[in-house]
């Protein structure tokens, strides 16, 4: 039997299942074929730039002469083989404003040098994935004159090279909850750009710029040595946040000396993770409303003094966390004893 005389809800349920080149193939087959392939090809649409080729301006000509696959995207990303240039990043932006219904974006740089990739290598992926009920806190309403996009989780993973055109990115899209920056160097930007944000994972200078005036509730970074004492002129904006992971940069042994009394500040915190190297203080936990807490290296010892010191604690002394990275907008946690 051809797959053209399935009926569309059957050949959707078998596209769902094949790959992009398949789709293409099905899309060289029949009318009918085509119209079904393309309704999974640009839900999710993922775009791989090559020095000197063109495809990000075929896509945004494909766009826009179809009106109906622009409304289709969910989710686009896009991967550079070469640092992007102002064009082509300008076209990115082009691209996202004629998606109405985007809702998750990636742009990756797609480079091993570690002085254009400073920042977070990826510590969210490996954080636990149910957040406890009492961490579900009702999300704040979305700014009333917030430009019309649905845009609320993006992924910057590249370098920033023009920054108006970040800036016109991130104003346009007010309804970002979800922010993950590679780069540590991103333009001022004023409080009112971003509202709604409220999970950020970003290098520590960049977190501590973004963070007044933001709603911003989870944070994932690295502790750096070079950031030191900055955190005290932005300490007061340290108290929205409820989710704390970090982890120590790679071959900065002091980089988190300063980090025990920034944590310290922070006093809702409920949630907090520490990667190798870096020390729990009781005293200064005492001064949050700590509940949840996943630190590495810790003697027998520490971990009594822990949970006498800190009575809110309220896992079992002994757990495994059950971890997978989740492609929600903020991601969950859960222990398992």
Not at 8 to 16: M, S, V
């Amino acid at each position: 039997m051809s797959f053209s005389k399935f009926p569309p809800e059957t050949l959707l349920n078998i596209a769902g299942n094949l790959s992009t080149e398949d789709h293409l193939a099905l899309c060289l087959t029949s009318k009918k074929l085509r119209g079904v392939s393309e309704l999974l090809l640009y839900v999710d649409i993922r775009v791989t730039v090559e020095p000197g080729t063109a495809r990000l301006d075929t896509l945004l000509n494909n766009l826009s002469s179809d009106e109906g696959r622009a409304n289709r995207a969910r989710r686009l990303t896009v991967v550079f083989a070469h640092v992007p240039t102002p064009q082509e990043l300008k076209t990115i932006n082009d691209i996202a404003v004629k998606l109405p219904r985007l809702r998750i974006f990636n742009i990756e740089y797609d480079c091993d040098n570690p002085d254009t990739n400073a920042g977070v290598a990826d510590p969210v992926s490996s954080l636990p994935s149910v957040i406890p009920s009492f961490l579900k806190t009702t999300t704040l309403p979305l700014t009333a004159s917030a430009p019309p996009s649905s845009l609320i989780n993006v992924t910057w993973r590249s370098p920033i090279v023009q920054q108006g055109t970040f800036t016109n990115f991130v104003q346009h899209h007010a309804n970002i909850r979800c922010l993950m920056l590679r780069a540590a160097l991103i333009p001022d930007l004023d409080a009112g750009i971003l509202p709604n944000l409220e999970v950020l994972q970003a290098p520590l200078e960049v977190v501590l710029r973004l963070l007044p005036g933001r709603p911003i509730r989870r944070v994932s970074t690295v502790a750096r040595k070079k950031v030191n004492y900055q955190w005290k002129k932005t300490k007061d904006a340290l108290l929205s946040v409820e989710v704390f992971s970090c982890v120590q940069a790679w071959g900065d042994t002091e980089g988190h000396m300063w980090l025990p009394e920034m944590v310290g500040w922070m006093k809702n915190l409920q949630v907090l993770h520490l990667s190798y190297g870096i020390h729990v203080i009781p005293v200064v936990l005492r001064h949050t409303k700590i509940r949840f807490l996943r630190a590495f290296c810790v003697s027998d010892a520490k971990v009594e003094e822990l949970f006498d010191s800190v009575p809110s604690l309220e896992v079992e002394k002994r757990f495994m966390w059950n971890s997978k990275p989740s492609e929600e907008w903020l991601a969950n946690w859960e222990e398992s004893a």
